[in-house]
């Protein structure tokens, strides 16, 4: 069975974490994450050279057949990230290089943040790698809402972006993690999630985000360790 998408660039190995104090320390809430492995890496060169081993070994040498790789993940976080938006291009960059000579036929893309709080991080993306030519497949994006429409508005937002771009016509729109509500309450989402009204309300999101155009969507229940449900929409 084909691998539908994986997450790289995140966890920036020891050995290429910036010079400087405190990079050992706890980092995030989130993840067992130190302050090292959630900044931009030193050497961008031999970063690079790490994701295009990762993927040459999981596409090529393993036949994982991953259809889509995105970089990073949920960067408007700094529970996820501690760096710049200018520190997250340079980053995506490398890995899109990476990703297309290890296997030019995988798709490759991100930033996935929830684009009605941090749009910033969307914008910057789409028209770095509009203006900079760098491959971007796919627009990832995060949807934590009890409103089944907010799919639908977000997919078409990004869609606009990407229109202000000629090359950028065919690209992608994937939400990597969605779900009716983003708190950390396990009594409260474990109930909620085996309600009836949780049920309606993903079935009329899958359909918002269906009409939406939008190809991939990953359901994510933090409260429940994050468990994921990725399907290709077709």
């Known amino acids: 069975a084909q691998v539908v998408q994986v997450v790289i660039g995140r966890d920036v190995p020891p050995w290429l974490w910036p010079k400087a104090d405190g990079m050992g320390e706890k ?3 989130f993840g067992p994450w130190k302050k090292g492995h959630m900044h931009a890496p030193n050497d961008l060169k031999a970063y690079e050279e790490i994701v295009y081993q990762l993927v040459r070994h999981m596409n090529v040498d393993r036949k994982f057949d991953v ?3 995105l970089v990073w993940g949920g960067v408007d976080g700094t529970g996820y990230f501690l760096g ?5 291009a340079r980053i995506y960059t490398a890995c899109a290089r990476a990703v297309k000579r290890a ?3 995988a798709k490759v893309g991100g930033p996935s943040p929830d684009p009605f709080f941090n749009p ?3 914008r910057a993306l789409v028209d770095h790698c509009g203006r900079e030519g760098v491959p971007l497949d796919f627009v990832s994006l995060h949807n934590y809402s009890l409103y089944a429409g907010q799919s639908r ?3 078409e937002w990004t869609r606009r972006l990407l229109a202000r771009h000629k090359t950028l016509g065919d690209v992608e729109i ?6 009716s509500g983003f708190v950390f309450q396990p009594k409260y989402q474990s109930e909620f999630k085996k309600s009836a009204m949780n049920a309606a309300y993903a079935a009329a999101t899958f359909g918002e985000m269906t009409e939406a155009g939008v190809k991939y969507a990953c359901y994510s229940s ?3 360790s994050f468990g994921l449900f990725g399907v290709r929409l077709e």
Do not use: I, L, T
Not at 84 to 88: A, I, Q
């Open 120 to 122: 910033d991080w969307v």
């Open 67 to 69: 259809h889509s790789f």
């Open 103 to 105: 296997d030019p036929e």
């Open 84 to 88: 710049s938006m200018d520190d997250y």
């Open 222 to 224: 933090p409260a429940e």
């Open 174 to 179: 994937h939400f990597d993690e969605w779900n």
């Open 153 to 155: 508005r977000a997919a």
């Open 27 to 29: 980092g995030s809430d």
